[in-house]
């Protein structure tokens, strides 16, 4: 049974997903509508919210992800950035465990990349600079969507990888829920090598959407920032999830209107979180990975800076 048939059955019709998601109260949809709506599957931004409110659990990101399935136009430009991606930086070292930095963070915090890639080389901790996939997932194309994940798993094997540690909320999620391999957050990791300064100070951290209904990366900040508070629940998304962006701008502005309703600093572990606040002049103290290896660094909110500088680091010594 196909994810759109088994909502059909199971649906109620209950109307809780629709009176917490923006896009579907936009539209008047439920879940069970949503199945049926092809023309809108690009319109969602896979936050989940619908999930964590169903009381049958159904997942409207799994509704949108199979209406996309097989299409293989649209989003050019995004594809030829990410598939493969042009700024990687991977190398053949052994290594049976994997900083894999994703390609959000590094382009926009560079000196920070470069700190974590110092520090976990020095136990032995090999790094690659890479898209995860889930941007090209997606899109729905599923024949990039298999070169990808055939490319990847190809270095992984290659290397003899065994535990992969990420940066990004999106490449942690991706790789747990489609490949076959111990996933790990850089904050774990970190914890575990006792590497990390630890703040004392309240921070107003914003629940990226992939960590929203586990918070298992939260909890591992939670360690390092002990006095965090999440008070932006009425918030859905900051705006750039599931390739939404371009469809539902007025709903994507307005995520980002109620954040600065709230009128005081909001912390990030997300990139794309942290590089869209600070585009909209939200008051944003920065990404909390950045406090935590003690690095003053702002977003690189340009395309290249960032991305050039640590290209080819660390692979011509």
């Known amino acids: 049974m196909s994810y759109l048939d088994y909502v ?3 649906c109620i019709e209950c109307g809780k997903c629709t009176k917490n998601c923006d896009f579907l109260t936009k539209y008047d949809l439920n879940l069970k509508d ?15 919210v619908c999930k964590q409110v169903c ?23 995004m594809k030829f950035e990410k598939s493969p991606y042009i700024f990687r930086n991977n190398s053949k070292k052994k290594s049976k465990t994997l900083l894999f930095l994703g390609c959000s963070f590094p382009r926009q915090y ?4 470069k700190a974590l890639i ?8 090999d790094f690659s600079l890479d ?4 941007p090209i997932y997606e899109t729905g194309d599923e024949k990039r969507i298999q070169k990808d994940k055939d490319r990847l798993e190809g270095i992984f094997k290659e290397k003899g990888i065994e535990k992969i540690v990420t940066a990004c909320m999106n490449c942690y999620y991706f790789f747990k829920e489609h490949y076959d391999i111990e996933v790990v957050s850089i904050y774990e990791e970190l914890r575990e090598l006792g590497i990390g300064k630890k703040i004392e100070e309240d921070r107003n951290i914003f629940i990226p959407c992939p960590d929203r209904q586990t918070k298992e990366v939260l909890e591992d900040i939670r360690y390092f920032v002990p006095n965090l508070k999440t008070p932006f629940d009425n918030v859905q998304c900051c705006g750039l999830g599931g390739l939404a962006f371009g469809t539902e ?13 709230y009128d005081i600093p909001v912390t990030t572990y997300c990139a794309s979180c942290s590089g869209r606040f600070r585009r909209n002049e939200i008051k944003v103290t920065g990404h909390i990975l950045c406090e935590i290896m003690d690095v003053e660094e702002k977003e690189a909110l340009g395309f290249l800076k960032g991305s050039l500088q640590i290209r080819n680091y660390r ?3």
């Open 8 to 10: 059909n059955e199971k």
């Open 34 to 48: 949503y199945t049926k709506r092809e023309d809108l599957k690009y319109h969602c931004f896979l936050c989940g």
């Open 55 to 77: 009381p049958l659990d159904l997942d409207g990101r799994n509704v949108s992800t199979e209406l996309r399935m097989g299409e293989e136009k649209g989003f050019g430009m």
């Open 110 to 113: 560079p000196e920070t990349t």
């Open 118 to 125: 110092d520090v976990l080389m020095e136990n032995g901790i």
């Open 131 to 134: 898209c995860c996939g889930k």
């Open 249 to 261: 701008r007025e709903l994507a502005d307005g995520f980002v209107e109620k954040l600065r309703n």
């Open 315 to 317: 692979r011509n010594r």
